[in-house]
């Protein structure tokens, strides 16, 4: 079992995070403490969650550009509503945040399920509409944290156990979405849809309602991390996450989720936002310059990419029976 | 025999032919871009000043340069989304070479070698490799931009060459402005390429089956190499011009220009599936941008505005032909029924 | 005699333009097998797909247990127990085995998750059943198609059958595995189940089925018992007029050696392909549906990665890396998936038969439309093509034309080996025999021709000489004069020749 884990894709990039990780304490030991660690994964939380939605969408084979527009979006709104009702409850304002957030995702989702439409071209189209609109919402004006109420800033950085609700946050995220994507029907669903749509058709599973939850759940998570992010930051503004979707694509890329559906796991999508947020902070520790940030994360989606495309490229018919190993797989056993 | 075989057609398939070729995306558009000419000249007295409408080219023509070859890529299932990203590292590049003290034509042969050699990397990548477009261009978008970042940081370079400001503000004749003189050079070749040659009709059936061309000798790989260099190639040209008309390069040069280039291409009915689409479409959707855009700012209207407008006639026009042909087919399922 | 459990009554589908099923009946009885007997187009699959919930009927009615019934999605017949092995393989590469077998129908633990374990042993239980060992937890992709079929099998059954449709469920099983396949059916019957079997192969009907139902042309034309009937009635009912197998094979005189393949080698696909090639010859391949045929053909045009082995035109060794060096050495392939590799449907006929020639017609790069034109005229018209103008996009033919236009199109490129890969598959009985025709007329204008079928008729009808391939191998060459359509079948899938 544990020999499985290292050999597979997981393990392997596990491996090289904890490598850079404690090769980064070599240097710097306060980078392994574990208030630092803490501190990584916190910081890593919204990557995380994003990814996770993300995630859903392109195992459907779609993809969905328009998260940080959404992020945007969203985090203004319950800005904006704290700003002139701050009596409103933190509870009141999470939900009102899940659910714009979901229906910017559900417009995704519905043209895609419905119409057919290929979803780079709406979610291309959605990610500048939802931009704009955040401008047309707040006249392109910005809600400093003095204008939040206390405890929408307070929060995310309330600690439990040392470790900040964010964090937490993240945390039931990936049990929640392990849990379905291994347990629940609902979940498997996303992999057959997206690994042979007509398959999963014959098989009574409805592939464009399947994407729609998936565009659906995305947005969901866009809009909780629109109301982490502005108060994390304490600040809202049209630019607001202005290019964060390629990070949280390159982390499910990073993490082995396949770009043609159907191929991904939640572990190795949150070590695939873990290793952006590794080396997002180690940067300025081993003293690099933080402008190199966005090429090393370009460079290693391009990487990330390779190693997958030449793993799959054994897909040949095997047709030739092998004469010592046909006894042997004949045979069923247990690993 | 081929007369006599069109003949034996009944007159009534002709003529749904003549019609459907009069009632083509391009004429649709044709008459969008009249009414928004009246509606613009209706709004504004200055609208119809030729030097204003000349001021106005300036706002589309570097993009309007790499929709076209933009439009053959997409047309050849394929996509290019670093495109912004080429002219950032190009311009850098540039810049460099510039506070060298390198001369004009050596600033501007740089460029356009650089942007060469990105494309030339993206297709080594998506052919090589077999990784879908969409996602190496996604990390090379992140990557050339993040060179231009190293290799800058939040410095600007403004010491171009006396003379390198021509090609982004330089007229050749009366109202006519070398950027768009260029373009319209670069629309009449590419018109050519797409409609007139066998690499234009490799593009149509690469597009439409991939492995039906392969199968049927055409060297797949080679052209879609040669259509991401030419996409490298018309960004570095972009950047030449969009450089030496801002007269300065900073990393964040040209940002979200992808979105706008690839609603131009499918604005102008390119099929983002591959397969179809015509560059006088495309030519037709950059004026029509073009159009829209001036005439918001001669109403003072924000430029983010624009990017809603463009946001939803994106989604509008993937839109419409797909619920007009679900309208179609449940007209002719019923008809079926009925019999 | 009890009553049918399944019935099918007056059922209509229509397509754009087509009526794929035109006021059909069929009855379906617990503990028996009827066999569905139909020409290809003759609405066989479409009726699977009606009776599986894919498609929904346009007109009559099912009537499952005597009450009429609606299926909107697959999942409705599937909740009745109505569950198909289809044709094409319907599963998921990246899934496991027992995931593949409990897909749409996971075994459950309390309420909401699924219980994998549960999961594991039943489809352990399952695949034994069916003689199939292999490990549940094995990723899809890993296995044979003959393995992969059995997990399409093992699915069917995962869940509680009372009817069971097999689409020609033996086309890629090896002669073993359809011995298998037999006592299973025999199996299913004893358990009162309907099934309903779908096959090509006469032998099989009369060996397992109690019923028959005929379709022709989307209509219904007959159902009876099978004792009360013989091959040749179901084959005239099939094709409304009796036919002895007419194969226009002429007799052409045989040249010098044109090409020679020796040793030719894939590391997972095929082994030690030798064979040879003379002038105006018909070489005849046949073998079982994954038996690696068309691997080794796609792997003579130049497609395929990793080929050892060398290849002679005409004694002179030539290297293949592409369809274009193919073509350049005059051979030529005429692809089984005809609307995924042969042709671009949405083209006009004319821009598909220049395609391979582009550059040689065209003038400093440009095209010229006028040499196009008569190029493709000149072909079109000798293959009769029927269409109403050369500018007709490919995707308005009928298959038979379309086929004819892919023909004219490598036609056209002067060839010297033309080899057709099912050529005659899913096309109509007149562009059939035109198809036929054909082939003979292009060995006497002294081409060399390789027709890879499983259509044993064709393959007997056509031939000079036959290779037997199984596994990947050439397991038998046999001359026309000694090929039998035993020697043949039992050469393909797995027995000797002497049997």
């Not at chain 2, 993937?318 to 679900?326: A, E, H, K, N, Q």
């Not at chain 3, 582009?358 to 018209?381: N, W």
Request: hydrophobic share 50%; with cysteine.
């Amino acid at each position: 079992m544990l020999k499985r884990f290292v050999y597979s894709r997981e393990g392997v990039l596990s491996i090289i995070v904890l490598v850079m990780f404690f090769g980064v304490g070599v240097i710097s030991p306060d980078f392994i403490s574990l208030s630092n660690s803490i501190s990584i994964f916190n910081d890593t939380s919204i990557l995380i969650m994003l990814a996770l939605g993300q995630m859903l969408v392109i195992l459907t084979r779609c993809i969905d550009l328009s998260v940080a527009a959404n992020v945007a979006f969203t985090g203004m709104f319950v800005a904006m509503v704290n700003q002139y009702f701050p009596e409103i409850s933190m509870v009141l304002l999470i939900l009102l945040s899940l659910l714009i957030g979901a229906l910017l995702g559900a417009i995704n989702g519905l043209f895609v399920w419905l119409l057919k439409v290929p979803s780079i071209v709406i979610t291309l189209g959605t990610m500048s509409i939802y931009r704009g609109a955040t401008f047309l919402l707040s006249d392109g004006a910005w809600v400093n944290s003095h204008q939040m109420s206390e405890s929408f800033i307070a929060l995310p950085r309330f600690e439990i156990l040392s470790m900040p609700v964010l964090g937490w946050m993240a945390v039931v995220v990936i049990i929640l979405a392990f849990w379905a994507m291994k347990f629940s029907v609902w979940g498997r669903n996303f992999y057959s849809a997206g690994g042979n749509p007509m398959a999963a058709f014959y098989s009574g599973v409805n592939v464009g309602k399947v994407q729609f939850y998936a565009f659906l759940v995305s947005g969901t998570l866009s809009g909780l991390c629109g109301y982490l992010w502005v108060s994390r930051f304490a600040v809202a503004y049209v630019d607001v996450a202005n290019g964060f979707e390629l990070q949280v694509i390159a982390a499910c890329v990073i993490g082995g989720v396949s770009i043609v559906g159907g191929l991904g796991t939640v572990v190795g999508c949150v070590i695939g936002a873990l290793f952006i947020g590794v080396v997002n902070n180690a940067l300025p520790i081993i003293g690099v310059s933080p402008f190199w940030q966005m090429a090393i994360s370009g460079l290693v989606i391009i990487i990330a990419v390779i190693a997958n495309a030449s793993s799959d490229k054994d897909k040949a018919r095997i047709i030739l029976r092998k004469p010592d190993k046909s006894i042997d797989s004949a045979q069923p056993q247990s690993h | 025999m081929d007369t006599a075989i069109k003949k034996s057609a009944t007159p009534d398939a002709l003529l749904t032919g003549r019609l459907q070729k009069f009632f083509r995306w391009e004429s649709f558009l044709i008459l969008i871009v009249v009414l928004v000419c009246v509606m613009n000249s209706y709004l504004s007295p200055y609208f119809l000043d030729p030097w204003n409408l000349s001021d106005a080219t300036f706002n589309f023509t570097e993009k309007a340069l790499i929709a076209l070859p933009m439009a053959m890529l997409i047309i050849a299932k394929e996509i290019d989304i670093s495109v912004a990203a080429i002219i950032s590292l190009s311009s850098t590049l540039m810049g460099l070479v510039a506070q060298m003290g390198a001369p004009v034509y050596a600033v501007a042969f740089v460029g356009i070698l650089a942007g060469a050699a990105c494309g030339l990397f993206n297709g080594v990548l998506v052919t090589h490799f077999k990784i879908p477009s969409i996602v190496v261009t996604i990390g090379t978008m992140s990557l050339f931009r993040g060179i231009s970042y190293i290799l800058l940081g939040d410095q600007v370079v403004r010491d171009y060459p006396d003379g390198f400001e021509f090609f982004g503000q330089g007229y050749v004749y009366w109202v006519f402005s070398f950027e768009l003189v260029l373009f319209a050079f670069f629309a009449l070749v590419f018109y050519w390429l797409l409609h007139r040659t066998t690499f234009g009709r490799y593009t149509y059936a690469i597009g439409n089956n991939p492995t039906a061309s392969y199968y049927s000798g055409i060297k797949v790989d080679k052209h879609r190499l040669i259509l991401f260099t030419l996409v490298g190639v018309m960004s570095g040209v972009a950047s030449v011009l969009l450089t030496s008309r801002l007269g300065s390069t900073r990393p964040s040069i040209a940002m979200g220009w992808e979105l706008s280039i690839i609603t131009m291409v499918v604005l102008g009915g390119v099929s983002i599936l591959g397969g179809s689409g015509t560059i006088a479409g495309v030519v037709l959707a950059v004026i029509l941008m073009g159009l829209v855009t001036f005439g918001m700012g001669l109403l003072n209207i924000p430029g983010i505005v624009m990017t809603i407008i463009v946001g939803v006639m994106l989604i509008t026009v993937v839109s419409l032909p797909v619920l007009i042909t679900m309208y179609k087919t449940s007209l002719k399922r019923k008809e079926a029924k009925a019999l | 005699m009890n009553n049918a459990i399944f019935s099918l009554k007056k059922v209509s589908k229509v397509f754009p333009g087509v009526k794929a099923l035109d006021g059909v009946d069929l009855h379906l009885y617990p503990g028996q097998v009827t066999a569905l007997v139909g020409e290809n187009g003759a609405g066989k699959s479409t009726l699977v797909k009606t009776m599986t919930g894919i498609y929904q009927p346009d007109g009559g009615e099912i009537i499952f247990n005597g009450k009429p019934v609606q299926f909107h999605s697959p999942h409705d017949s599937h909740a009745l127990g109505i569950t198909a092995i289809h044709q094409e393989t319907v599963l998921f590469d990246d899934l496991t085995v027992a995931e593949n077998i409990f897909l749409g129908n996971y075994p459950l633990t309390k309420r909401f998750s699924i219980d994998w374990a549960a999961m594991e042993t039943r489809s352990q239980e399952i695949l034994s059943s069916i003689n199939a060992h292999m490990n549940p937890n094995q990723i899809l992709r890993e296995l044979s198609i003959g393995q992969k079929h059995m997990v399409g099998i093992a699915r069917a059954l995962s869940v509680d059958a009372k009817v069971v449709i097999l689409d020609e469920p033996t086309a890629a099983l090896s002669h073993h595995e359809i011995h298998e396949l037999y006592e299973l059916v025999n199996t299913l019957k004893s358990q009162d189940k309907a099934i309903l079997f779908i096959t090509h192969k006469f032998d099989e009907i009369f060996t397992l089925a109690d019923r028959y139902t005929v379709f022709r042309d989307g209509c219904y034309v007959g159902e009876g018992f099978i004792k009360d009937t013989n091959e040749a009635q179901l084959v005239e009912m099939m094709v409304a007029r009796s036919i002895e197998a007419t194969y226009p094979k002429k007799d052409v005189e045989i040249g010098e050696t044109l090409l020679e393949v020796s040793n030719l080698c894939h590391t997972t696909e095929f082994a030690n392909i030798s064979f040879s090639l003379k002038k105006g010859e018909i070489l005849g391949v046949y073998g079982l549906v994954g038996s690696g045929r068309t691997e080794v053909m796609q792997a003579l045009f130049g497609t395929t990665d990793h080929v050892t082995g060398t290849v002679k035109m005409n004694g002179q060794e030539v290297i293949i890396h592409s369809p274009k060096e193919a073509i350049d050495n005059g051979i030529v392939y005429v692809p089984e998936e005809r609307q995924k590799q042969g042709i671009v449907l949405e083209l006009p006929i004319y821009q598909n038969v220049s395609l391979p020639q582009m550059e040689r017609l065209a003038k400093h790069g440009q095209i010229d439309q006028e040499s196009e034109m008569a190029l493709a005229r000149q072909y079109c018209e000798r293959l009769q093509v029927k269409a109403s103008c050369w500018d007709e996009k490919v995707m308005n033919l009928s298959g038979g034309n379309q086929q004819k236009v892919v023909i004219a199109k490598w036609l056209a490129t002067n060839p010297k080996v033309i080899i057709l890969d099912e050529p005659t598959k899913g096309i109509d009985i007149g562009s059939k025999a035109a198809v036929h025709e054909f082939m003979s007329e292009l060995v006497d204008s002294g081409l060399a021709v390789i027709m890879v079928s499983s259509e044993l008729p064709e393959i007997l009808g056509m031939s000079d000489r036959i290779l037997v391939m199984n596994e990947g191998l050439i397991v038998g060459e046999l001359s026309r004069a000694d090929a039998t359509p035993e020697k043949v079948v039992s050469l393909a899938t797995g027995g000797s020749v002497t049997c």
